[in-house]
């Protein structure tokens, strides 16, 4: 198991990948919240509930990021066939998936801090930049940048399951990106009693986001997307040691 | 008459005087029995039975499609049975303690993540069989990939790449070696180092079990043949039984699988 858990990290760190996919997670997220902090006006950005907004968006793409570290870890393996040799050396494949989990919740932490922290570090900069008081205190920053180091890994599973099931590269990346960047904020945004049961709304409660009441608590949004993380990644886990390999 | 009945009907004539024996369960390397696979309504692979003894070295010879590709997945428990059952030295290979240090495989040559060099796949797969990293150095010594070994395997010929698969084979130093199709676009100059390197497996005393359609090629290298069409087992034997009386190897597989190849 150990070196089922050494070979996943080796795959992790030995394409580009894994780097592309944090560059283009920072560059978002700077990139959404220079455009929260500098479009509104200063009147608006004053309240506490558009400053909570602000760290929305950047919370939202450190899950979804996080998502696709978990989804290509074995769609690549799919799309390019190393499954093959993966499973010849390692035919139990229970074992594949969990070191594929293990590797995703890890690199999932990695990806919520960091992206968190990037977020915290230039929002706060861009409200003291705009002369805009922070509202924000330290038990908000903390729950930011902790919920959102445990949102992520808890995405990088469902992006794992939903991988396995799907097979398709493309088709995971894609769904993923539409479901976390479109679909959710529009469900949210029409039937919030129902979109807030979600896992990107659950998982943006978890990082202590309200959104005017519409979110559910921390706790019942750890709670929500844990039970999709497992759901999604026991789905993954019985495809996957089910299916013949093509 | 519909000509494709006829050739359903078509018996191995060629299990003849000393065929692909059928040695105890226990010393046979690979052994099938009644294997089927079916996929919807297509069969690929219909009721095969041979067994291998260690140390032979057997071509594995059918049209595309014949059912030698899915016949060496479900050997390699990449893919379920619907009946039958295949082994490897009397197991089934998701039921072997190490599978890597008793056989080494090679499917397709373009398993590799393009992005990745050929050194770190052959490592992902090391850490993976709890094999020491060691051994990634000697294997692509052996097959004259180390100076390339850094490079990304999206800078490789496909020689390179079938080369860095018969490496990762190796890696875990098998007994039992499963190829297929391992000379597929190679050029002249890697046709000839394959055979080389094959013979070298043969001569340690390895089994080795190498699909392919290049006739001649296998007729150099193999001591046996299985031939398989419409996921059929149609003939199996000593090549030098088979290729007899005037009959070359060639002649026997046309005969056997007539009017297959479009």
């Known amino acids: 198991m150990i070196g089922t858990l050494r070979s996943e990290l080796l795959k992790l760190r030995s394409t580009r990948t894994t780097l592309l996919l944090f560059v283009t997670m920072v560059a978002l997220v700077a990139l959404v919240v220079a455009m929260h902090v500098l479009a509104p006006s200063a009147a608006s950005l004053a309240t506490r509930s558009m400053q909570l907004r602000v760290f929305q968006v950047g919370s939202g793409i450190g899950m979804l990021f996080a998502g696709l570290v978990g989804a290509i870890s074995i769609t690549a393996e799919l799309r390019y066939g190393t499954i093959r040799p993966t499973f010849l050396v390692s035919p139990r494949r229970g074992p594949v998936i969990a070191a594929k989990l293990v590797v995703g919740l890890l690199t999932g932490i990695i990806f919520g801090l960091l992206s968190q922290g990037i977020m915290a570090a230039a929002a706060t900069a861009a409200f003291s930049a705009r002369g805009v008081v922070n509202t924000l205190g330290t038990g908000d920053y903390v729950q930011i940048l902790l919920g959102g180091a445990a949102a992520a890994p808890l995405w990088s599973a469902i992006g794992l399951g939903i991988g396995a099931v799907v097979r398709n590269q493309i088709g995971a990346i894609v769904g993923l990106c539409a479901w976390a960047l479109l679909v959710e904020s529009i469900v949210v945004g029409f039937v919030p009693s129902f979109g807030r049961f979600l896992p990107g709304a659950s998982g943006l409660a978890l990082a202590g986001l309200n959104d005017n009441g519409k979110l559910l608590g921390p706790a019942a949004g750890v709670l929500v997307l844990a039970g999709y993380a497992v759901i999604t990644a026991a789905a993954g886990w019985a495809m996957t040691v089910r299916r013949d390999v093509a | ?262």
């Open chain 2, 1 to 262: 008459m519909n000509p494709a009945k006829e050739s359903d009907v078509q018996q191995p004539t060629y299990a003849i005087s000393e065929p692909v024996e059928s040695p105890p369960d226990d010393q046979a390397a690979v052994s099938c029995r009644e294997l089927t696979k079916q996929y919807g309504e297509v069969v690929a692979v219909d009721g095969v039975t041979f067994s291998l003894r260690r140390g032979t070295v057997t071509g594995f010879l059918g049209p595309n499609g014949a059912g030698k590709t899915t016949t060496l997945r479900l050997l390699l428990g990449l893919a379920e049975p619907t009946g039958g059952e295949a082994l490897v030295f009397g197991h089934r290979y998701r039921e072997l303690v190490e599978p890597i240090r008793r056989v080494g495989a090679v499917l397709e040559s373009t398993d590799f993540h393009p992005s990745r060099s050929g050194r770190d796949h052959l490592r992902t797969l090391a850490l993976g069989a709890g094999l020491p990293l060691s051994r990634v150095e000697e294997v692509l010594t052996q097959v004259g990939l180390g100076t390339a070994a850094d490079r990304r395997v999206k800078t490789y010929s496909l020689g390179m790449r079938q080369r860095l698969g018969l490496a990762a084979s190796l890696l875990g130093d098998p007994e039992l070696l499963v190829l297929d199709e391992p000379a597929n676009g190679l050029d002249p100059a890697g046709v000839h180092w394959l055979r080389g390197f094959l013979q070298t497996l043969a001569a340690q005393g390895r089994t080795v079990l190498i699909s392919s359609h290049l006739l001649a090629e296998v007729a150099q290298t193999v001591d046996q043949i299985l031939i398989i069409d419409h996921g059929r087992l149609l003939a199996s034997g000593r090549l030098d039984d088979i290729a007899a009386n005037g009959r070359t190897l060639e002649d026997v597989y046309l005969e056997l699988t007539s009017g297959d190849e479009s």
